[in-house]
């Protein structure tokens, strides 16, 4: 184990840029990155699988007592994938559907204590740079690092609708607009761990920056930390 671990928590709303600023960032201090949104991502397909509801509380609950059920992250060459019972999700965590799904999972207790046990356990074995909603309030306080990343909503949803057209995904920009504001109303307004900045993080709107500019903000307050 390395002698010290840095740990840098990055949080915001949906479509900030966490994730690939997160990326960036780890890469360059050669360190992992852990996007905890793709756990949650990971159990809502789940649900969806198995054909409940999200809205229904303890049916979903009650699966995370299930002793055979398994998510975890394996990193191949820096790049992390997300297992559900060992199966490769990466890549179908990825829609709209499932995105909406887990915003809805994630207000539920025994799902918040589940995950967010599960990525201490990861965090403390190595410098990390991890990205969510409630790293830097509930997950890891004394990270070393907190950034609060945010845009206003309309250029959150142009990046969105951006990255779903890259993907080969059918989207129209309204209503990914409509959607992330659905999710920004449910993230922040959730009665446990809801999403807002944690004590001692740095304010970064990233409307005006560019990826770069963002990037090398975070890699400086590391510098000085
Ligand atoms: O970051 P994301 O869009 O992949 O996350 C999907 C949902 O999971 C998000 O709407 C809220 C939830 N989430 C959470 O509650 N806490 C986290 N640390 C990460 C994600």
Redesign the pocket.
């Known amino acids: 184990m390395p002698d010290t671990i840095v740990n840098i928590a990055i949080d915001g709303p949906?479509g900030a840029g966490?994730?690939t600023v997160a990326d960036e960032v780890a890469r360059r201090l050669n360190i992992l990155h852990l996007?905890?949104?793709?756990m949650?991502?990971a159990l809502a397909l789940r649900v969806l699988a198995l054909g409940i509801d999200p809205r229904d509380e303890a049916t979903v609950s009650g699966l995370c007592a299930d002793a055979a059920l398994r998510v975890e992250v394996a990193f191949e060459n820096g790049m992390q994938r997300t297992l559900l019972n060992d199966e490769d999700v990466s890549g179908l965590i990825r829609t709209q559907e499932a995105?909406l799904a887990?915003?809805t999972i994630?207000r539920y207790r025994p799902v918040?204590e589940w995950l967010v046990a599960r990525q201490r356990q990861i965090a403390c074995t190595q410098s990390m740079v991890l990205d969510?909603?409630?790293?830097g309030t509930v997950?890891l306080p004394d990270a070393k690092v907190k950034v609060y990343l945010t845009a206003t909503p309309e250029e959150r949803a142009r990046r969105r609708h951006q990255q779903l057209l890259e993907a080969g995904q059918v989207a129209v920009y309204q209503d990914v607009l409509e959607q992330l504001k659905t999710?920004d109303l449910?993230?922040q307004t959730r009665a446990v761990d809801p999403l807002r900045p944690a004590r001692g993080a740095v304010m970064l709107d990233t409307t005006h920056l560019s990826f770069e500019q963002t990037v090398q903000t975070i890699l400086d307050l590391v510098a000085l930390a």
């Open positions: 949906v966490k994730s996007d905890t949104g793709a949650y991502r995105g887990a915003s994630s918040r969510g909603r409630d790293i997950v999710r449910q993230d």
